[in-house]
């Protein structure tokens, strides 16, 4: 039951956006709101109602924000520590229930948690924390609070340096919000050490959303020459070295991002197996696939990865991103051994599932070859997907074997 506060301004929807909220999804725009009642503070909670004036839920209001009301809650509740250390449980249970042997993991992945705008990665016993809305930007100190109550941390970073801040009317922020930077922090992932140091990396610090397509796609390594482009640190080049490759080549354009690779490789004894190139991807395809048509060279790979970062950031951009997925996957499979896998790769919301398969079929007819699809990937489940919130389903793969 719905308990009106005192003082407390009012978003009041339209009819026919406040179906949508009720539904679950989080993001209140500015054309959505019929009217405001009282005086709502950037940053602090509001009730929502709908056309009618019933209260449908609570929401940080943001007015220099397109998204004007991030709903918070679908019931009358106090923003306070307390609120944050039973949410972010619930989020944990979600973990401990399909991840339940990883001690590395996203523990809160804002709107596919409920709580939009927050980021929390941990790293063994370290927390990583990113804000990127106004409401949750205010609480973040409640927020490490509540997260020492539940994880007794050693440490607890803020890395608030992204993008999307300035959406929100945010300044970069970065630092120790609890306890102390002590060094390196030996991550376990998949049975593999990683020593990497915090705060550093892309992101929280690593990417976490691919931690058990890594063992799925190993599972075709064994024996196998591998080919990982765009590889970041060799997630995926580290596990197929693990489950039994012979030789990998892992492609990478950030040499800070292969010297930790290196360092990862060196740590848990696969120097040997693992080749660098610090080179573009792209770039590197393409010489590559020309140069074997060219002398006739047969292909090489028993197992080529693709996992390159998002080609679009918006709507308008998709048929550039899907020109730039075609031409890697025309050049991947001239590089790849008849009865060889290709793991495949697309990290962007806004290329749909559908979208992407097909632009793989398409490259396979114009590189004649014919595919048989062994496998379906999405991302690990500490980034879960909510049915109601298209926006928080964005990673989507394959694996093919090619016949001929």
Known sequence: MFVQMEKTATVVLKNQDARRIIGGHPWIYAGAIYKVIGEPVDGEVVNIKDSKERLIGIG?????????????????VTVDEEFFVKRISQA????????????SFRVVNAEGDFLSGLIIDKYEDVLVLQTSSLGMD???NIIASALVKIFSPRTILERNDIAARKFEGLDDSSGVLYGSVNGEVNVKMNGLTLPITLPGGHKTGLYLD??????????????????????????????????????????????????????IAAANGFS???SWEVVN????LKA??????????????DLIILDPPSFTRNRSAVQDALRGYK?????????????????????SHHVTQSLFYNIIIDAALDAHVLLRRVAIYTQSPDHPVIASIPETEYLKGFAFEVIK
């Open 92 to 103: 944990l249970d979600v973990r401990k229930r399909y991840m339940n042997s990883a001690t």
């Open 327 to 347: 031409e890697i996957h025309l050049r991947a499979f001239k590089l790849i051994k008849p009865g060889g896998i290709l793991a495949t790769f697309c990290c």
């Open 288 to 301: 590559n696939a020309q140069k074997m048509v060219q002398e006739k060279i047969a292909p090489e790979y």
């Open 210 to 263: 691919q931690q058990l397509n890594y063992l799925k796609v190993s599972e075709f390594a064994k024996d196998a020459k591998v080919l990982d482009c765009f590889s970041f640190f060799g997630g995926f080049s580290l596990n197929a070295a693990k489950a039994g490759a012979k030789q990998i080549l892992s492609l990478e354009q950030s040499p800070d991002a292969v010297e930790l690779g290196k360092k």
């Open 272 to 274: 040997d197996k693992i």
């Open 60 to 76: 940080f209001y943001n007015s220099k924000s397109k998204i004007n009301v991030r709903v918070i809650s679908y019931e009358q």
């Open 281 to 284: 991807a792209f770039d590197w």
């Open 138 to 140: 205010k609480r973040k």
